[in-house]
Nanobody, 122 residues
Framework: QVQLVESGGGLARAGGSLTLSCRAR????????MAWYRQRPGKELELVAS???????IYADSVKDRFVISGDVARQTVSLQMNNLKPEDTATYYC????????????????WGQGTQISVSA
């Protein structure tokens, strides 16, 4: 299996900053996309930001100009720098990755991290 190991997160006050990091492990051949999703209380899972090959990035409108996704897809690492946090950023954040891995033969994979909680107080 391809495992995603997350770190970071925790508590912050509104206006503060936090950083999440994620690293993929396993018999990975290549990674196409790494991303961060979140699930806010009572809400559905939503994309926060993604990083693809050639450093192509996508951000949710709600985090543009506040969050920055960075990393190296080829090295299977991604981070999310969260600035000017708001109480509505409170959520469980999940790392996501997809690509190709070797399991008896080359094949596609999609993997999710275990989730890390971010809580922002007013």
């Amino acid at each position: 299996q391809v495992q995603l190991v997350e770190s970071g997160g925790g508590l912050a006050r509104a206006g503060g900053s936090l950083t999440l990091s994620c690293r993929a492990r396993g018999s990975i051949i290549s990674v196409d996309t790494m991303a961060w999703y979140r699930q806010r209380p009572g809400k559905e899972l939503e994309l926060v930001a993604s990083l693809a090959t050639r450093s192509h990035t996508i951000y949710a409108d709600s985090v543009k100009d506040r969050f920055v996704i960075s990393g190296d897809v080829a090295r299977q690492t991604v981070s999310l720098q969260m600035n000017n946090l708001k109480p509505e950023d409170t959520a469980t954040y999940y790392c996501y990755a997809d690509g190709q891995w070797y399991h008896h033969r080359p094949q596609s994979f999609t993997s999710w991290g275990q989730g890390t909680q971010i809580s922002v107080s007013a």
